[in-house]
């Protein structure tokens, strides 16, 4: 059987979190670091370290069949290029930003403006499709120091918690675009190669929506399982089991992790108690 080619990020935010996505879709890989070409022991996949940017090249010439790599990335270099999955890592967004004692109303305030960055066809579309024309100054790291040093008036770049922008006295003006990991796929994968991304993406998204709720146990008196049992969400429906103490249930059930909160204070109110929390490994729809 022939194997799928997958690059990841040989350093960097990416790679940590690559893998083990990799792994919690039971794929070991066998690897040191400084390896640039690893195998999978248990599924036909060859993992090729590359840096994050040159990813959309090689998946353009097909040299590797898929890659995870940032979304933010594709959109730069890879319009050509298709996106299979977001992967929920990796968050942040690409944003135009100003020293805080500019003045900025609107994006007519950048017209004949230096902007830097290293996301330069990202800013000139934005700009375009806003009829704004601006210079643009390619660097390559250390974007949020231009201002400073008298090289921009503004920059674009990579903002996740926004403490690189406070740090050097910049305010973010425009989010151009919201970003995360995500498994692009080359446009010269072949059949055989399909098929294994087929079995892998089934694995992806057994392990995401995994990752995405929470298994939810509770003891409840029976005379409040009607009220509970219309505040939870399930799979299909919560399951109700007896305790052993007459007059007493135990509800089980899965709750989504973004209203996982705000359900638990309300079942608490209506008398829930003893509540445990676990992971889910994997949840198949
Ligand atoms: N501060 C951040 N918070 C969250 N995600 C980020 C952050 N900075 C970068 N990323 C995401 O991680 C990806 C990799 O970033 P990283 O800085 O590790 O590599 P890089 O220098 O852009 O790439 P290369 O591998 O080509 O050297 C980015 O493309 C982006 O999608
Ligand atoms: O909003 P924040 O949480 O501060 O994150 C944003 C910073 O993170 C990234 O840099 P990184 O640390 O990856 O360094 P790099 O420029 O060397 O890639 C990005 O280029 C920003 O500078
Ligand atoms: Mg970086």
Not at 40 to 48: C, D, I, K
Not at 74 to 85: P, R, W
Not at 152 to 158: E, F, G, L
Not at 168 to 186: D, F, G, K, P, Q
Request: charged share 25%; with cysteine.
């Amino acid at each position: 059987m022939q194997n799928i080619k997958i690059a990841i990020q040989k350093s960097g935010r990416l790679n940590e979190d690559s893998l083990n996505i990799l792994k919690d879709c039971g794929i070991s890989i066998d690897n040191g670091t400084d390896q640039l070409k690893a195998s999978a022991r248990n599924f036909p996949m060859e993992v090729f370290y590359l840096r994050n940017g040159d990813i959309p090249q090689y998946l353009r010439d097909g040299v590797v069949d898929i890659a995870i790599i940032g979304e933010n990335v594709l959109v730069e270099k890879g319009e050509d290029i298709e996106m299979a999955e977001k992967l929920g890592f990796s968050k942040c967004r690409v944003s135009l930003a100003v020293p805080k004692s500019a003045s900025y109303t609107c994006i007519e305030d950048l017209q004949g403006k230096r902007i830097a960055t290293s996301y330069p066809r990202t800013v000139q579309q934005y700009l375009d499709e806003r009829g704004v024309r601006a210079d643009l100054h390619i660097i390559t790291g250390s974007v949020e120091i231009a201002p400073n040093i008298g090289l921009a008036d503004a920059i674009c770049d990579i903002v996740s918690s926004g403490s690189t922008l406070f740090k050097n006295n910049l305010r973010e003006v425009e989010v151009m675009l919201h970003s995360e990991a995500v498994l692009a796929v080359s446009p010269k994968i072949g059949p055989e190669q399909q098929e294994i991304l087929t079995k892998l993406q089934f694995r992806l998204r057994s392990v995401l929506k995994a990752r995405q709720h929470k298994y939810v146990l509770m003891n409840a008196p029976n005379e409040r399982l009607d009220a509970i049992i219309e505040l939870l969400p399930g799979m299909r429906s919560p399951t109700v089991l007896p305790l052993a103490e007459q007059g007493w249930s135990s509800i089980h059930t899965v709750i989504p992790g973004d209203r996982f909160w705000e359900i638990l204070d309300e079942v608490k109110r209506e008398g829930a108690e003893g509540i445990l929390v676990c992971p889910i490994e994997k949840m198949i729809l």
